[in-house]
């Protein structure tokens, strides 16, 4: 910091407003990047006796002055005022917000929730908190801010976006986990979890799986250090699937078993072509499970690393793993097999514990009730008849409509397109929006349902706009009213889930055939604080982000 710039900061700080234990420099313009440039700060500090707040809005704060300005208020045991209410005041818009390694516990988290729910907050893309002693009470807090800073953000037509999650070490268990699972399935934008050590059992990471299906963006998760056992294993298995861009999982210390790293590798082998590391470390994994893993990432060619150490393999299923990736040009990928704990014949043990979870299990069902019994019975039923093969009935247009799903759309064909356009009378608005809501009902992110949905709907409603007589107005009011997103004095019964219909709009709101001036009156529903729309952020979300740059 040169000369001038040192007297230019002393005269200001000469002004410096003292009064009530409260040090301001509001409004100053100072420029303080660099530890050397908060020296005269730093000393004001220090010398304030009684100190209860610090005010610094007005000013640019860097990285590097930020922290020896709180290491010098560490000092201040009578500060009154949170650095919470302070980036609040000064109207900050945070992008991380790292608080690591502060055993600040559930308490601490009330500290900071209502900077969670302010719209400080609303541009956070990086939440670090790792290693806070949170405890359950503390992962609830947390959630409940997180979903209630989504539900302000989006309402000011900017949802919340948060990109990256950490919180290991934090002893969420089940509970916190699952509070946290909810305010993910919310959010939709994650791209990384760090969740290590948490004492999550297969229900907690059950909830996260079913979290995690709707971050399609996921490229991350670590859940090192948690009891999965089979049941969190198969459910996290088929989350993989659905998961296009995971490059990283770490599942290490993770209890997966044979049965669970088997559910996982099929995961892997169907897609997951951008994976870089697997860890199935100390999950108590075998010899055939093993082999398995191993030859399902024969094609990834992106994988820099597999970890299968501290299983139950035996030097001999070692070499074999050697051998198999030498055959794939891939031996260097494998990790150290220095800790492993041998093959000893251990199948017994583990069917015993199967056994007690599945008691465990069958006990909490009888502690839900017979209701939630009867309601299992039908899926049982069911799956015992799925291997009798059953000849499929033909498929028109109005057996489609009367009851939607993928596989009818698909089996009317590849004009199916053009026959439901002809078969709709495009001069009813009700009519076409009740075709329209059956179409999208049953859109899934698989690519041949995704276009018959996609080609369908564009047929239908290039028809429609098209028609010199089609009130595009009482078009919109009516599709909305169906959504739930307007009231109407009529007794309209709504669709259960808005998930098709929203991705459908994302897709429709992009052609040419839709009127652009129905988009703002679009937005502003989508964007309105609503339930419905809460439970399908990830849609939401992408049908925001398509409206805005329109």
């Not at 009470?137 to 976006?161: F, M, N, T, V, Y």
């Not at 294993?233 to 659905?242: D, F, I, P, R, Y």
């Not at 608005?429 to 999208?440: C, N, Q, Y």
């Not at 219909?501 to 609503?530: C, E, G, R, W």
């Amino acid at each position: 910091m040169a000369s001038e710039d040192i007297a230019k900061l002393a005269e200001s700080l000469a002004k410096t407003k003292v009064g009530g234990g409260q040090l301001s420099f509001k409004g100053q313009s100072l420029k303080l990047n660099t530890a050397e440039d908060a020296e005269e700060v730093i000393k004001q500090i220090e010398e304030f006796d009684g100190l209860e707040a610090l005010r610094l809005e007005g000013n640019t704060v860097g990285v590097e002055a930020a922290k020896v300005i709180a290491k010098a208020l560490e000092k201040k045991s009578e500060l009154k005022i949170s650095l919470g209410d302070a980036l609040i005041a000064a109207g900050a818009q945070l992008v991380e917000l790292d608080l690591s390694d502060n055993a600040f516990g559930p308490d601490g988290v009330r500290g900071f929730e209502a900077l969670l729910k302010s719209p400080a907050c609303y541009t956070l893309q990086e939440l670090k908190l790792n290693n806070c002693g949170m405890g359950i009470g503390g992962g609830k807090i947390l959630a409940a801010a997180l979903k209630e800073c989504h539900r302000k953000s989006s309402a000011q037509g900017k949802p919340l976006a948060l990109k990256i999650f950490v919180a290991g070490r934090n002893r969420l268990e089940n509970d916190g986990a699952t509070a946290l699972a909810e305010a993910f399935g919310i959010i939709g934008t994650l791209e990384e979890v760090h969740m290590p050590q948490n004492g999550i059992n297969h229900p907690g990471i059950t909830a996260l799986a079913q979290a995690f299906a709707i971050n399609p963006l996921l490229k991350v998760i670590n859940l090192n250090d948690n009891t999965f056992t089979e049941k969190g294993a198969v459910a996290m298995a088929e989350t993989l699937k659905a998961l296009r861009q995971i490059e990283v999982i770490n599942f290490g210390d993770c209890l997966v078993r044979s049965k669970g790293a088997v559910a996982i590798a099929d995961a892997v082998k169907e897609g997951l072509h951008k994976l870089k590391e697997l860890n199935l470390s100390f999950c108590e994994i075998k010899r055939d499970a093993a082999l398995t893993v191993v030859e399902a990432i024969e094609d990834k060619t992106e994988l820099e690393k597999l970890d299968l150490n501290g299983n139950c393999l035996g030097e001999e299923v070692c070499e074999q793993l050697h051998e198999i990736l030498e055959g794939f040009n891939m031996a260097s990928v494998l990790g150290s097999l220095s800790d492993d704990e041998g093959d000893e014949d251990d199948d017994e043990e583990e069917e015993e514990e199967d056994d007690e979870e599945e008691e465990e299990e069958e006990q909490q069902l009888k502690e839900r009730g017979a209701e939630e019994q009867e309601s299992l019975t039908p899926k049982k039923i069911i799956d015992s008849q799925a291997s009798t093969p059953v000849p499929s009935p033909p498929v028109d247009v109005a057996t489609f409509l009367a009851f939607p799903s993928p596989e009818k759309l698909l089996r009317l064909g590849p004009k199916c397109s053009v026959l439901i356009a002809q078969q709709t009378d495009t001069s009813d608005v009700e009519k076409v929006v009740a075709t329209l809501l059956r179409i999208s009902s049953v859109f899934k992110d698989e690519t041949p349902v995704k276009t018959a949905v996609h080609e369908t709907t564009d047929a239908l409603m290039k028809k429609a706009f098209g028609s010199a007589t089609f009130n595009s107005d009482a078009f919109i009011t009516s599709l909305l009213v169906h959504m739930g997103l307007l009231k109407s004095e009529e007794k309209i019964k709504t669709v259960p889930s808005l998930y098709g219909i929203l991705m459908t709009l994302n897709h429709m709101v992009q052609q040419d055939y839709f009127p652009k001036s129905l988009a703002p009156v679009l937005s502003a529903f989508v964007t309105k604080p609503n339930r419905a729309l809460d439970s399908c952020s990830f849609a939401r979300h992408m049908l925001l982000q398509t409206l805005h740059q329109l």
